[in-house]
């Protein structure tokens, strides 16, 4: 049976509609803990609290909590042996180490390119329909800050003082750098090198087929993580930040829906409406995942198998772009720094927006791709230009759902900018890429 050829789409996009639906149903029902304020409880992963009950415990915390985990832990599983085997194949692969070097300069000069245009937007679009103006709400939610680390660590931890602590933790950066360098002395070593070479790509091969294999999963995974997810955030919230909310889909949709095309358009030469029907699995899994890393998978074998982008750059790229390049949350850290300095009624200069969309597209660089953790690196951005990072607790509500849909931007700029670096080295199958879905 070739599972490649199940229409996995059509079901994913079932999944979430059902999900969403049964969520919205299953909400109205829906008991939270509250705090002394009154205020809904928040565990540390920024979930509600739920109080006890059938619905609860055995539909929401019981059974579609195991089918939405079971799917990403699946999806987890495969990141780090994927990106390593895939990446030292592709290291291997290049004729010319030099290369490496123009690829890399490319990769990381869009990534941040396109996260400092993200990020501008954003806070241009806040200034102008001030979403913090007027907002009435109660009491903060909880929100202590978490430190972050200093800048200069972020570069030093690059480099692992243990191979198998970098496997362990899952520090994509880390093992990035294990796998170039396996890969440029693979071909070093020649015929020893060979030998192992050889061994990695079918290796390659059937780490790719267990991919396929466990997107099968994603339909039940994606309804269950839907109906969780709006079962349990409550829409209350989103009225209250209506204004907020609403600038943040908006300026993420002009990002992922102008901003890429634009630029794949110019500088990929390439049809951004076929690019589109390409990944739209990867977006629709980056968006019910909420997270870019565990997405990793599914985005380097559309780009490889479907969008035919090579081995070469798509598995060096990938990866370093989940891990690095966050436009969607950088679009966030954006509205959401005008909106608190609003709320607060604290003026900001020309200057400490500039340091904004330096210190986000920094912060970018540091954010983890899992979920919420845009949030995290916020505090940073907002201790740059002395903003309260308490504040935070006031968007902490709707934040999951904005974390599904900034997500998706992520992933899609990660994709948009691995194809304009390959076409530029000539590293795309237009054939491949000329194919209907
Ligand atoms: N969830 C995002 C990602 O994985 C990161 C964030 O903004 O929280 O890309």
Redesign the pocket.
């Given at each position: 049976m070739d599972l490649a050829k199940i229409k996995l789409t059509r079901y994913i996009l079932i999944g979430l509609g059902l999900g969403l639906l049964c969520g919205l149903l299953l909400g109205q029902f829906v008991e939270f803990k509250l705090d002394d304020n009154g205020e809904i409880l928040r565990d540390s992963k920024n979930r509600a609290v739920l109080a006890n009950g059938f619905i609860e415990d055995v539909l929401l915390g019981g059974v579609l909590e195991f089918m939405g985990q079971a799917f990403i832990r699946a999806l987890k599983m495969l990141v780090v042996p994927l990106v390593f085997v895939s990446l030292v194949c592709g290291a291997a692969a290049l004729d010319d180490i030099r290369k490496l070097g123009s690829i890399g300069l490319k990769t990381l000069g869009l990534y941040l390119g396109t996260t400092c245009i993200a990020i501008s937007i954003a806070i241009v679009a806040a200034l102008i329909f001030k979403p913090g103006v007027g907002v009435e709400i109660g009491g903060l939610a909880e929100y202590t800050p978490m430190p972050s680390k200093p800048l200069i660590q972020v570069f030093i931890d690059i480099i692992p003082n243990n191979v198998f602590g970098a496997f362990v933790n899952g520090e994509m950066l880390q093992i990035i750098v294990v796998a170039l360098a396996l890969g440029i002395a693979l071909v070093l070593a020649g015929d020893h090198g060979k030998r192992v070479l050889g061994f990695f790509q079918d290796l390659n091969e059937v780490i790719m087929k267990l991919v396929v294999l466990i997107m099968l999963l994603a339909p039940f995974g994606v309804f269950a993580k839907m109906t969780q997810v709006f079962a349990t955030e409550g829409m209350d919230t989103i009225w209250a930040l209506f204004k907020y909310f609403v600038l943040v889909v908006v300026v993420l949709l002009i990002h992922g829906f102008v901003v890429y095309p634009s630029l794949l358009g110019i500088l990929g030469r390439m049809n951004p409406g076929k690019f589109f029907a390409k990944i739209r699995n990867v977006q629709l899994f980056?968006f019910s995942t909420?997270?870019?890393?565990a997405t990793i998978p599914i985005t380097l074998r559309a780009l490889e198998e479907k969008v035919g982008v090579s081995n070469k750059v798509a598995s060096f790229t990938v990866p370093l772009g989940?891990t690095i390049n966050?436009d969607?949350?950088a679009i966030?850290q954006g509205v959401a720094t005008v909106f608190i300095a609003q709320y607060a009624g604290i003026d900001l200069s020309i200057t400490d927006y500039l340091m904004v969309i330096v210190t986000a597209t920094l912060a970018s660089i540091g954010?983890?791709?899992?979920?919420?953790?845009?949030?995290v690196m916020l505090t940073m951005v907002l201790a740059q230009v002395g903003l309260p990072a308490e504040h935070i607790g006031l968007i902490i509500g709707i934040d999951r759902i904005l974390?599904m849909v900034?997500?998706a931007v992520?992933?899609t700029g990660d994709a948009a900018v691995t194809c304009i670096v390959a076409r530029s080295e000539g590293q795309v199958d237009q054939e491949v890429f000329d194919r209907s879905v």
């Open positions: 980056a909420a997270s870019s890393n989940a966050m969607g949350t966030m954010t983890a791709g899992v979920p919420s953790a845009g949030l974390d900034r997500t992520n992933v």
